[in-house]
C-alpha cells in the first residue's frame, strides 16, 4: 500500500528536485504532486495525499505556521517537515504543531525509510484498528509514582476481558518481570527482526506467561543490549502483539526524547498519564498533557491519578483546576498492598483498595464504560499552594 504524498516547496528548484528524488526513492510513497505554500490548502483539497511534505526553507517561520494551518484542516494526513539544519527550536515546535517526523537536510537520506515506514505502520495499524485489539500505554513523566505497578496489576484484570500481554518498554530499569516473579529466558533484545517469518507466533515463543490470560515481553536483561531496538522495530512489535492479543500494554519510560516511547504513544490507542496530587508530578503532567493534546486526541489520554488520599476539599479543587484536564480515574493509596503485590509477584487481591480500584480501571478500559470525573469546583486554595505562573 502506497503512501501517497504531496510536497510543499518554496525553496529553489535544486532543492525541489532533491526532495522529489527523495521521494522518488522510496518504494512506499508515491508523488502526486509538488505545489508552493500558497496553492497547499487547495490541492491537499483535491488530491487527497494521505502524507504532506513541507520544506521550511527560505522561510521557516512561515512554514511552520503553514504546518499549523494545514494540520488544523487535514487532522487525518502525516506531515513531513524538512530544513537544511536540525535546529533544535524548529524541531521541538515542529513537533508540537503535530508533525510526523523532521528532517535535515544533512540527515535525511539516511533517516527517511524509517520515518516512512513508522508511518506506514501508523496508517495499517488506523485502518485495522476496529478488527484488531487495542494497545494502551502507561506513563508518567515523573519516576517513581507507580507506573509500572499499575501497568501489571491492570494487565491482571484486563485478561478478564481478553488476552492480555505487556511489553516492556522500559528498556534500561524495566520491573515488570520482576514485580510479576518471572524469568524470562528472552527479552525484547533477543528478537531479531531479519527473522523471516516475524509473526505473532515467533513474538509469543518470546513472551513468558504469567498465567493463560497474561504473557509478557521483558526489558532487555543487560543494559548493553538496549541501543539495538529502534523505534520503527517497537511499532512492528506493537502492530504484531495487536493482531494477536486484546490488550497490549506498554510500560513506558519517562524520557520523552526516546523515539521508541514517540512511537508508542504513536501507535497506541489508549495513553494512560499518571500522576499524584503533589506540586511536582502536577507540574509535570500538566507540561506534558499541554504537548501531547496538540498531537493526540482528548479520547486517547487519559489522565490518571495515582495514590489519592483524602485531602482538603480546596486543596483537591485546586489540583484539578492546575491539571486542566478531565480526571479519568483516580487509584487510592495502598502501600500495604502495592508493596505485597510487588514483592509476591502477584496481581492485588480484588477485594484491596488498589484491586478494587484496578478492576473498575479495567472495566472502564475493557468494556467501554466512559465515566468522567469532572472539575467543577473552583474555589481559591488555603492548605496547598501552587505558585501564580502555574495557573492559567
Ligand atoms: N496506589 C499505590 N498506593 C501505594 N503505593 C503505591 C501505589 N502505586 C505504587 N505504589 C508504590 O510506589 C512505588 C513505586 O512504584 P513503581 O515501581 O510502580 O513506580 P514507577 O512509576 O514504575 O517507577 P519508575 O519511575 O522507577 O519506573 C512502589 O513501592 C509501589 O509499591
Ligand atoms: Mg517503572
Same mark, same amino acid.
Given at each position: 500500500?502506497?503512501?501517497?504524498?504531496?510536497?510543499?516547496?518554496?525553496?529553489?528548484?535544486?532543492?525541489?528536485?532533491?526532495?522529489?528524488?527523495? /521521494?522518488?526513492?522510496?518504494?512506499?510513497?508515491?508523488?502526486?504532486?509538488?505545489?508552493?505554500?500558497?496553492?497547499?490548502?487547495?490541492?491537499?483539497?483535491?488530491?487527497?495525499?494521505?502524507?504532506?511534505?513541507?520544506?521550511?526553507?527560505?522561510?521557516?517561520?512561515?512554514?511552520?505556521?503553514?504546518?499549523?494551518?494545514?494540520?488544523?484542516?487535514?487532522?487525518?494526513?502525516?506531515?513531513?517537515?524538512?530544513?537544511?539544519?536540525?535546529?533544535?527550536?524548529?524541531?521541538?515546535?515542529?513537533?508540537?504543531?503535530?508533525?510526523?517526523?523532521?528532517?535535515?537536510?544533512?540527515?535525511?537520506?539516511?533517516?527517511?525509510?524509517?520515518?516512512?515506514?513508522? /508511518?506506514?505502520?501508523?496508517?495499517?495499524?488506523?485502518? /485495522?484498528?476496529?478488527?484488531?485489539?487495542?494497545?494502551?500505554?502507561?506513563?508518567?513523566?515523573?519516576?517513581?509514582?507507580?507506573?509500572?505497578?499499575?501497568?501489571?496489576?491492570?494487565?491482571?484484570?484486563?485478561?478478564?476481558?481478553?488476552?492480555?500481554?505487556?511489553?516492556?518498554?522500559?528498556?534500561?530499569?524495566?520491573?515488570?518481570?520482576?514485580?510479576?516473579?518471572?524469568?524470562?529466558?528472552?527479552?525484547?533484545?533477543? /528478537?531479531?527482526?531479519?527473522?523471516?517469518?516475524?509473526?505473532?507466533?515467533?513474538?509469543?515463543?518470546?513472551?513468558?506467561?504469567?498465567?493463560?490470560?497474561?504473557?509478557?515481553?521483558?526489558?532487555?536483561?543487560?543494559?548493553?543490549?538496549?541501543?539495538?531496538?529502534?523505534?520503527?522495530?517497537?511499532?512492528?512489535?506493537?502492530?504484531?502483539?495487536?493482531?494477536?492479543?486484546?490488550?497490549?500494554?506498554?510500560?513506558?519510560?519517562?524520557?520523552?526524547?526516546?523515539?521508541?516511547?514517540?512511537?508508542?504513544?504513536?501507535?497506541?490507542?489508549?495513553?494512560?498519564?499518571?500522576?499524584?496530587?503533589?506540586?511536582?508530578?502536577?507540574?509535570?503532567?500538566?507540561?506534558?498533557?499541554?504537548?501531547?493534546?496538540?498531537?493526540?486526541?482528548?479520547?486517547?489520554?487519559?489522565?490518571?491519578?495515582?495514590?489519592?488520599?483524602?485531602?482538603?476539599?480546596?486543596?483537591?479543587?485546586?489540583?484539578?483546576?492546575?491539571?486542566?484536564?478531565?480526571?479519568?480515574?483516580?487509584?487510592?493509596?495502598?502501600?500495604?498492598?502495592?508493596?505485597?503485590?510487588?514483592?509476591?509477584?502477584?496481581?492485588?487481591?480484588?477485594?484491596?483498595?488498589?484491586?478494587?480500584?484496578?478492576?473498575?480501571?479495567?472495566?472502564?478500559?475493557?468494556?467501554?464504560?466512559?465515566?468522567?470525573?469532572?472539575?467543577?469546583?473552583?474555589?481559591?486554595?488555603?492548605?496547598?499552594?501552587?505558585?501564580?505562573?502555574?495557573?492559567?
Amino acid at each position: 500500500m502506497k503512501l501517497t504524498t504531496l510536497l510543499v516547496c518554496d525553496a529553489g528548484l535544486d532543492k525541489r528536485q532533491t526532495i522529489e528524488d527523495l /521521494i522518488h526513492s522510496q518504494p512506499s510513497l508515491a508523488l502526486v504532486s509538488t505545489v508552493s505554500g500558497s496553492m497547499a490548502r487547495e490541492q491537499i483539497g483535491s488530491l487527497h495525499p494521505k502524507l504532506v511534505w513541507i520544506e521550511l526553507s527560505p522561510a521557516p517561520v512561515r512554514g511552520l505556521s503553514l504546518l499549523a494551518e494545514l494540520r488544523e484542516t487535514f487532522p487525518d494526513v502525516y506531515f513531513f517537515v524538512s530544513y537544511e539544519v536540525p535546529d533544535p527550536e524548529l524541531i521541538r515546535t515542529a513537533y508540537r504543531l503535530g508533525a510526523s517526523d523532521f528532517l535535515d537536510a544533512e540527515r535525511w537520506r539516511t533517516d527517511l525509510p524509517a520515518a516512512v515506514q513508522s /508511518i506506514q505502520l501508523k496508517h495499517q495499524s488506523e485502518s /485495522i484498528s476496529t478488527a484488531a485489539g487495542k494497545v494502551i500505554a502507561t506513563f508518567s513523566p515523573t519516576g517513581g509514582i507507580g507506573v509500572t505497578t499499575i501497568c501489571t496489576n491492570l494487565a491482571g484484570y484486563l485478561g478478564k476481558y481478553g488476552e492480555t500481554c505487556i511489553v516492556d518498554l522500559d528498556l534500561q530499569f524495566g520491573m515488570i518481570s520482576q514485580y510479576l516473579n518471572l524469568e524470562p529466558s528472552f527479552s525484547l533484545s533477543t /528478537i531479531d527482526f531479519s527473522h523471516t517469518n516475524f509473526d505473532a507466533t515467533y513474538l509469543r515463543n518470546l513472551m513468558t506467561r504469567y498465567d493463560e490470560k497474561l504473557s509478557i515481553l521483558a526489558a532487555p536483561l543487560d543494559l548493553e543490549d538496549i541501543g539495538d531496538i529502534y523505534a520503527a522495530q517497537v511499532q512492528e512489535i506493537l502492530y504484531t502483539a495487536k493482531q494477536e492479543f486484546r490488550f497490549t500494554l506498554v510500560d513506558l519510560p519517562k524520557n520523552l526524547l526516546d523515539e521508541r516511547a514517540i512511537a508508542t504513544l504513536d501507535l497506541a490507542d489508549e495513553v494512560l498519564v499518571i500522576t499524584e496530587y503533589n506540586w511536582a508530578a502536577i507540574v509535570n503532567a500538566r507540561k506534558c498533557l499541554d504537548t501531547f493534546k496538540a498531537h493526540y486526541n482528548q479520547e486517547k489520554l487519559l489522565l490518571v491519578i495515582n495514590r489519592s488520599e483524602w485531602q482538603p476539599q480546596d486543596v483537591l479543587s485546586e489540583c484539578r483546576a492546575s491539571l486542566n484536564y478531565p480526571i479519568f480515574h483516580e487509584i487510592p493509596n495502598d502501600v500495604k498492598t502495592a508493596k505485597w503485590a510487588n514483592n509476591q509477584g502477584q496481581i492485588a487481591p480484588p477485594k484491596s483498595d488498589l484491586g478494587k480500584s484496578l478492576n473498575s480501571l479495567a472495566r472502564r478500559l475493557g468494556g467501554g464504560e466512559q465515566l468522567m470525573i469532572t472539575q467543577k469546583d473552583t474555589e481559591t486554595s488555603q492548605g496547598f499552594k501552587l505558585p501564580a505562573f502555574f495557573k492559567r
